[in-house]
């Protein structure tokens, strides 16, 4: 995965997220609706076989979009390893 910051300003970020798709470009988005001061959060696949996706992100100025970002990505990381977690403790009671 590489990921490149295409475009910043005050209240807008354009990052593209090689090697990537809908799975996490929708993951970030729902987590990005959650937060209040999100006015836009919008992603774009050109072709799936290339899979370079552009993350729109616009806020009201009130949060820098990159700082909304990285916390998204933390809350979705703790999201992620809570699910793991949960998982694992229902496959031992398998066992």
């Known amino acids: 995965m590489n990921i490149k910051i295409l475009e910043k300003r005050d209240n807008e970020l354009r990052v593209e997220i090689e090697g990537e798709g809908h799975t996490l ?14 006015v836009f959060a ?8 290339l899979s370079k996706p552009v993350l729109y992100i616009s806020t009201n100025g009130k949060k820098d979009p990159l700082v909304l970002l990285n916390e998204t990505l933390k809350k979705l990381e703790m999201r992620i390893e809570e699910f793991k977690e949960k998982f694992r403790r229902e496959l031992e009671k398998l066992n």
């Not at 470009?25 to 999100?38: H, Q, Y």
């Open 25 to 38: 470009c929708n993951a970030i988005k729902s987590v990005l609706f959650e937060d209040e001061t999100l």
């Open 42 to 49: 919008g992603y774009r696949i050109e072709h799936a076989l």
